[in-house]
């Protein structure tokens, strides 16, 4: 049982620095905690960003501005997007979207979600369903789904941008592979150019 006990998976700095996020699948909470980075500790607080029941929030990204926060569930495949006061760290859920193609009834869960440099794009890929999700950031934060692009191999676990945005990295992890995709940054669309075999691939990271 995924949601029997708290079941923590990610922890990020709002941009102020003055408050950290902490997904937590169990509870379908992301909590807030106010950060002394001199003492090197978290002080707990009473906020918390809740995302509906038995979503199981995996991921989060926030835009550049940091007054938008994009959480990936893991349970319920979808992005809920929060309004977010990073003077209070208080915020509060605007939409969610689906992930998956409208009448998908078969296994999947959520993974990894990074938004574009350009601010503009987000993805977020399927484990089951085995895709990218596309969305375009609309001014008002919102989402606006653009397409859904199979990422050529089972279980896509990780992916990464590279630092211009031309090339997104997916880490197919049950099929030991790399797939790389040029990523088409005013339509959203991803074509494949290449991939490379790795072994059982959990991560992606481009430095």
Request: net charge negative; proline share 5%; glycine share 12%.
């Amino acid at each position: 049982m995924r949601q029997g006990s708290p079941h923590v998976h990610q922890a990020i700095a709002d941009v102020t620095g003055r408050h950290v996020l902490v997904a937590d699948l169990g509870t379908d909470e992301i909590l807030v905690y106010g950060a002394d980075w001199q003492k090197g500790h978290l002080i707990p607080g009473a906020n918390a960003l809740r995302t509906p029941h038995g979503q199981g929030p995996r991921q989060c990204v926030f835009n550049e501005a940091g007054d938008r926060l994009y959480a990936l569930t893991e349970l319920g495949s979808s992005i809920c997007v929060f309004s977010y006061d990073a003077s209070a760290g208080t915020g509060a859920l605007i939409e969610t979207q689906s992930m998956l193609p409208e009448g998908y009834d078969g296994e999947s869960s959520g993974a990894c979600a990074r938004l574009h440099p350009n601010g503009k794009l987000l993805f977020a890929s399927n484990r089951g369903h085995d895709s990218i999700a596309v969305f375009r950031v609309q001014e008002d934060g919102r989402l606006q789904p653009v397409g859904i692009t199979p990422t050529g191999g089972r279980i896509p676990r990780d992916f990464a941008l590279t630092p211009d945005g031309g090339l997104l990295i997916v880490g197919n992890q049950e099929s030991d592979e790399l797939v790389v995709f040029k990523v088409d940054a005013e339509s959203g669309s991803l074509k494949e150019i290449s991939r490379a075999a790795c072994p059982s691939v959990t991560a992606v990271a481009i430095l």
